[in-house]
Structure formats: structure tokens, C-alpha cells
């Protein structure tokens, strides 16, 4: 069983469809990450979350939802996309958020928005 | 100036070849630095942490030089499966959340 898993793997959806993306972490960490993943871009961190509350959100437009429930289980909900949202979306995890610990990623959510 | 830059390549080498990379950070008060590679259509795993010493392991060697603020990546020999993106990571001491990635630097090992 990989340490970070996520699903769906490939998504297609329209601007007006509601979906969801879930991220499961088995490495007993405690702070879980969404992270976006452009063409030419670096990594854009999202949201991160601690011991469950949410310490970094990052001007992320509100048509982007996380959620965690509990410490293994991180979700990004998605609202009224637009197509300039397609793009990879990667969960994280590590132990503590002040840089120090290993990132490990799940393999990434490809969204596609028409 | 951008927080972490680095040429994003492509390198194109042939196997057998020494190719190195430099990362440049702009936050002077930044403690820690990564080497994370990212295969084509794959999620980003860590290569190596940077050491004030320098460190080795096996054909790949990461460096730092604080005063010129960038640190540098070395691959000897390289093989086709060194073929990647390598990322550079700062952890710039600011912030909840201080860890800063850069572009990625493109590989490409020709047989």
C-alpha cells in the first residue's frame, strides 16, 4: 500500500459540475497539503492543514473547497471550475509543517476543466 | 527577483556524461534545502537534503554556498533513468508554511 494515495487519477469535468478529491495519507503524519501543479509553473501551494485545522490557505478562489476530516483523510471539493484550473493537483503529507520533515506526495488528481 | 530560480533546461547529455544544476534563493534567512526529482507524469519524491558540508550519496552530490545563496546538484555518470525533472526546495524560515519549490530543471540522458 503506497504511503499517499489519491483519487481520482484523471478527471473531466465542465464549469458547472461539482466534484470532489480525496486524499488518503498511511505514514501517520500529521499535517496533509494540496498542492497545484502547473505547465511552466512551479508547484503552487494551496491549503495545508495541521493536526486538522486548516494554517495556510493561500488566496485560493473559494471555487476550491478543502476538507479534513480527520488526520489521514484530506479533500479538495471543487465548484464552478474554470478551464484555466486544469492542471495536476497533488496531496501531501509529512510530519510537522515547518519545512524540516520529508514532503511524500500521492501521484496527483490531472484535472481537466471544458 | 523570484524566491528559488533554476534553468529549466532542457540539459541534454549523453550517458556516461557529468551534468550539474544550480538553484538560485533570493531569502538569506533560508535554513534548509532539498533536491526533489519528479518523473515524467509522476509525483515529486525527495532525492537528497542539502548539507552546509555538502553531501554525497552514490553518483549525486549537493552543495550549498551561502554566500552566494544558491546550491548546486552534480551527477556523475549518468544513466537513462537519471532522465527527470529535478526540483529545487528552500525552506525559507517564513511563513506557517516556509517551503518554496522551484520550476524544476529538465534532464535528459541520450543513449
Given at each position: 500500500?503506497?504511503?499517499?494515495?489519491?483519487?481520482?487519477?484523471?478527471?473531466?469535468?465542465?464549469?458547472?459540475?461539482?466534484?470532489?478529491?480525496?486524499?488518503?495519507?498511511?505514514?501517520?503524519?500529521?499535517?496533509?497539503?494540496?498542492?497545484?501543479?502547473?505547465?511552466?509553473?512551479?508547484?503552487?501551494?494551496?491549503?495545508?492543514?495541521?493536526?486538522?485545522?486548516?494554517?495556510?490557505?493561500?488566496?485560493?478562489?473559494?471555487?476550491?473547497?478543502?476538507e479534513c476530516p480527520n488526520s489521514?483523510?484530506?479533500?479538495?471539493?471543487?465548484?464552478?471550475?474554470?478551464?484555466?484550473?486544469?492542471?495536476?493537483?497533488?496531496?501531501?503529507?509529512?510530519?510537522?509543517?515547518?519545512?524540516?520533515?520529508?514532503?511524500?506526495?500521492?501521484?496527483?488528481?490531472?484535472?481537466?476543466?471544458? | 527577483?523570484?524566491?528559488?530560480?533554476?534553468?529549466?533546461?532542457?540539459?541534454?547529455?549523453?550517458?556516461?556524461?557529468?551534468?550539474?544544476?544550480?538553484?538560485?534563493?533570493?531569502?538569506?534567512?533560508?535554513?534548509?534545502?532539498?533536491?526533489?526529482?519528479?518523473?515524467?507524469?509522476?509525483?515529486?519524491?525527495?532525492?537528497?537534503?542539502?548539507?552546509?558540508?555538502?553531501?554525497?550519496?552514490?553518483?549525486?552530490?549537493?552543495?550549498?554556498?551561502?554566500?552566494?545563496?544558491?546550491?548546486?546538484?552534480?551527477?556523475?555518470?549518468?544513466?537513462?533513468?537519471?532522465?527527470?525533472?529535478?526540483?529545487?526546495?528552500?525552506?525559507?524560515?517564513?511563513?506557517?508554511?516556509?517551503?518554496?519549490?522551484?520550476?524544476?530543471?529538465?534532464?535528459?540522458?541520450?543513449?
Open positions: 500500500e503506497t504511503g499517499v494515495t489519491q483519487t481520482p487519477r484523471h478527471l473531466v469535468m465542465g464549469m458547472t459540475n461539482k466534484k470532489s478529491l480525496k486524499c488518503e495519507q498511511h505514514l501517520g503524519h500529521n499535517a496533509m497539503y494540496w498542492y497545484k501543479q502547473s505547465a511552466k509553473k512551479p508547484l503552487e501551494l494551496m491549503f495545508v492543514y495541521s493536526l486538522e485545522e486548516r494554517v495556510e490557505n493561500n488566496s485560493v478562489p473559494s471555487r476550491f473547497s478543502p489521514s483523510h484530506l479533500f479538495l471539493h471543487l465548484h464552478t471550475l474554470q478551464p484555466e484550473d486544469s492542471a495536476l493537483y497533488l496531496c501531501a503529507s509529512s510530519q510537522g509543517t515547518r519545512g524540516h520533515g520529508e514532503l511524500f506526495f500521492g501521484e496527483g488528481s490531472r484535472l481537466t476543466v471544458l | 527577483r523570484k524566491e528559488v530560480e533554476q534553468d529549466p533546461g532542457p540539459f541534454n547529455v549523453p550517458e556516461g556524461a557529468t551534468v550539474a544544476f544550480n538553484c538560485t534563493y533570493s531569502n538569506s534567512a533560508s535554513q534548509s534545502f532539498f533536491w526533489y526529482r519528479q518523473d515524467c507524469r509522476k509525483e515529486p519524491k525527495l532525492l537528497m537534503s542539502v548539507y552546509s558540508s555538502g553531501n554525497e550519496d552514490g553518483r549525486f552530490t549537493a552543495q550549498l554556498n551561502r554566500a552566494s545563496q544558491y546550491i548546486s546538484l552534480l551527477i556523475r555518470d549518468s544513466k537513462l533513468s537519471d532522465s527527470a525533472t529535478y526540483l529545487c526546495v528552500v525552506n525559507t524560515m517564513a511563513g506557517n508554511t516556509p517551503l518554496v519549490f522551484g520550476k524544476g530543471t529538465r534532464l535528459s540522458v541520450i543513449a
